[in-house]
């Protein structure tokens, strides 16, 4: 039996931007020291992707990012034994690779996976840091700079796709919203090119469909889509084109929402 051991993941050269809201990059540093796993919640696009980039490469630590879906499994995780050239290979998973290498390691929507996920990282998070291998019969031990870090969206959950209370009260939780106005346009500018005076309507018009979320909407315009929205308008396209296809069409497939949105949209951007 082989096992193969993929390439580092190499460490982001420089830091990514990030906008902080209030003590998350204080107590997310913190918590590496402490070797304390971390559970970032917040809605679709607030930036809890961007931040976890934004600490590894503060910390100057390989980044293992892994969006979760209905069909991830524990072995998607840790690994599996594959075929290669006649021989029978055992394969890391991304889970297990962060776990021999170090750095941190990001299950995002970690909701979504499988049941069995749940299993894999109990006894990563909590005193004993390992991970059994019942395949391999191996039992790695986390180094010290292995960080677990997983995040969901509380607003998609279900009775189906809840995080249990057992697993929840294992992590250090940090709550993201969007940001304020006056804090969102700055980094909208600064992530499109926009100006920030023709971002501040975008982020205005943002705010006010936000405000529809659980009424006519399911989910609010998210951060990234104003960037979005604000990057096309700044590679030249119309604002109110710009604004249909970037924050107005994926919000809804409904014929009259839509039209009621592009009126509010009209009302705050022309």
């Known amino acids: 039996m082989t096992i193969a051991v993929l390439p580092s993941v190499s460490v982001a050269p420089s830091v990514p931007f990030y906008s902080p809201a209030g003590n998350e990059v204080a107590l997310f540093e913190l918590a590496w020291r402490l070797k304390l796993p971390v559970l970032l919640k917040g809605p679709t696009g607030c930036g809890k992707t961007r931040f976890v980039a934004h600490m590894a490469a503060r910390l100057g630590r390989p980044l293992h990012t892994v969006s979760c879906h209905d069909d991830l499994t524990a072995a998607d995780l840790t690994g599996r034994y594959l075929l290669k050239g006649g021989d029978t290979v055992w394969v890391d998973g991304p889970l297990t690779r962060a ?53 969901y969206n509380p607003g998609y959950q279900s009775l189906l796709k809840a995080m249990k209370p057992s697993t929840r009260q294992r992590f250090v939780a940090i709550e993201f919203d969007f940001l304020p106005a006056e804090q969102e346009v700055p980094v909208v500018s600064a992530e499109s090119g926009l100006s920030e005076a023709k971002v501040k309507p975008l982020v205005q018009l943002a705010t006010r469909l936000r405000a529809l979320k659980g009424h006519d909407l399911e989910e609010g315009v998210s951060t990234r889509l104003v960037i979005y929205c604000a990057s096309l308008i700044a590679a030249g396209m119309p604002t109110a084109e710009a604004v249909r296809a970037a924050m107005i069409e994926p919000l809804t497939d409904e014929a009259e929402v839509k039209a009621a949105l592009v009126e509010v949209a009209r009302a705050i951007v022309g």
């Open 99 to 151: 776990v021999r290498e170090g750095g941190v390691c990001y299950l995002d929507e970690v909701v979504e996976a499988r049941k069995d996920v749940a299993v894999v990282l109990h006894p990563l998070t909590d005193d004993r840091r390992i991970l059994p291998l019942e395949r391999t019969g191996e039992e790695l031990e986390a180094p010290d700079d292995f960080m677990l870090v997983v995040s």
